[in-house]
């Protein structure tokens, strides 16, 4: 985890939030490497979930959300964790974190009984902040997709089975955040979630549950290092009736990178009130929510039904932490020297080329460098970068390290015939060829890897 930590910060990819003021614990930022690394992963899921599938549709919904949503969702209630406190040195424990009753810092035993803790931030809505007029920052991504599943489905006219997959942000007020980016207060999720007919929900649970470890294998995280985990029923969140999660060995251990669960229909009848009357019979009681009929007719029986839900929900940050761990070695060349190389599938590579002129400055070099940059960047398919240094080891070395798959060195002989020497990351194999050759390399490159 240190040299990652360590990577990270040197070359841009991830750095601690308001650092310049000492860091606050739990936020971080991404940098301009880390930023391309993390759209290329929230990419690929979206291109796998929306565009490849026929019975996806999309959605942004706003982050404030009303506390009615998050009251009948049951997370003002239950989205807590245990809390201890240590009457010694006032520090504050997740009680099922600890491995004895001890206090992790000053190793006192004088604590109290662990009590509830909800983890929604909270925040005043206007000018007036008189405490009643508040709302919350999401917990998840989901609840938005619940309270928009009658506008997605009246402007779409879907029928089951069908999903809606929304990427955001998300905050918990965790009590202990650690571990890097693995546990943070402020993260973002990449979430499904998919309507289908009650009867129905396992065979789809089991097909999304293979289909994700599909995907997490398309990035580079293959089947051999996950693991995946029944959570048994008295773990369960308040609206599952099964959750698998997908188990990750991260460098501090083996934990969640997403969840599966099914959530039967407990959000869809939590927010419809007086399903009687609305003609609607979900197997939650009826309740004071909303008057929306949060439902789907089937269109050969005229029958109203409240859909059951498969939700695969996986952490955008815990996915770039995986796939950096993966794709993270140390070699040691012939010779005995070392090079550190992030073999990252090309698709979600910060960098897709570099463009390296022999000489610094030589007019004749950048000049053609430059041309090949734009004929490359104008392919649309990421970042490429001109590489004006001069030393063409150090170039390599940099993007060894950043997981950059081509380097295309502009050499005299450029001028002469118009070929380039492209440098393959991996292999570190060097080959002649000419710039339309790159270009197709490059597409095949990215089509293979991305392969969602
Ligand atoms: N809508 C379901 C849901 O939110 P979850 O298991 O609580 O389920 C889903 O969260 C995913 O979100 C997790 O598998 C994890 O990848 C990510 N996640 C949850 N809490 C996180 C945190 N504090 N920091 C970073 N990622 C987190």
Request: proline content about 4%; hydrophobic content about 35%; charged content about 25%.
């Amino acid at each position: 985890m240190e040299e990652l930590v360590a990577l990270c910060k040197r070359r841009g990819f991830i750095f601690q939030s308001n650092e310049i003021y000492g860091g606050m614990q739990g936020l971080y930022d991404y940098g301009p490497l880390g930023v391309e690394l993390k759209n290329n992963l929230k990419h690929s899921w979206w291109t796998s979930m929306v565009y490849d599938r026929d019975d996806v549709e999309g959605l942004d919904a706003s982050i404030l959300t009303a506390p009615n949503v998050l009251k009948h969702s049951g997370h003002e209630d239950t989205f807590t964790d245990p809390m201890v406190d240590c009457k010694s040195c006032q520090s504050r424990w997740r009680a099922d974190q600890l491995k004895e009753a001890t206090c992790p810092s000053c190793k006192s035993n004088d604590l109290t009984e662990p009590r509830p803790f909800n983890l929604m931030f909270k925040t005043s809505v206007g000018p007036i902040d008189d405490g009643k007029s508040f709302a919350y920052l999401r917990p998840e991504t989901a609840q938005n997709i619940f309270t928009n599943f009658k506008n997605v489905v009246d402007s779409t006219s879907r029928r089951l089975p069908f999903g809606i997959a929304q990427i955001g942000k998300a905050f918990r007020n965790e009590i202990t955040p650690r571990n890097f980016i693995f546990r943070v207060r402020e993260f973002e999720q990449m979430e499904l979630e998919f309507f289908c007919a009650a009867g129905t929900d396992e065979e789809w649970h089991k097909l999304w549950i293979e289909s994700r470890l599909k995907w997490w294998e398309d990035q580079g995280v293959s089947k051999d290092v996950l693991e995946l985990y029944h959570v048994p029923a008295d773990e369960l969140a308040h609206y599952s009736k099964a959750t698998v999660d997908i188990m990750y060995k991260f460098p501090h251990g083996l934990e969640e990178l997403e969840g599966i669960a099914n959530r039967t229909d407990f959000d869809l009848g939590s927010h419809s009130k007086n399903q009687s009357e609305l003609g609607i019979n979900a197997t939650v009681k009826e309740n004071n929510a909303s008057n929306a009929k949060l439902a789907i007719q089937d269109i050969e029986t005229n029958e109203w039904s409240v859909p059951y839900v498969i939700e695969p929900s996986a952490g955008v940050d815990r996915g770039v932490l995986a796939v950096l761990n993966e794709a993270y070695r140390v070699e040691t060349l012939d010779g005995g020297k070392e090079r550190t190389v992030l073999s990252l599938k090309p698709h979600l590579s910060p960098i897709k080329a570099a463009v390296i002129p022999l000489k610094r400055n030589h007019e004749g070099l950048v000049d053609m460098a430059s041309k090949i940059k734009s004929e490359l960047q104008n392919l649309r398919l990421g970042r490429i970068l001109i590489e004006n240094s001069g030393n063409i080891g150090k170039s390599y070395r940099r993007h060894d390290e950043v997981g950059t798959p081509l380097c295309i060195t502009v050499d005299f002989e450029s001028l002469e015939d118009g070929t380039v020497t492209v440098r393959d990351r991996d292999t570190m194999e060097q080959k002649r060829v000419s710039v339309d050759e790159i270009k197709t390399q490059l597409h095949e490159m990215l089509l293979n890897g991305t392969n969602v």
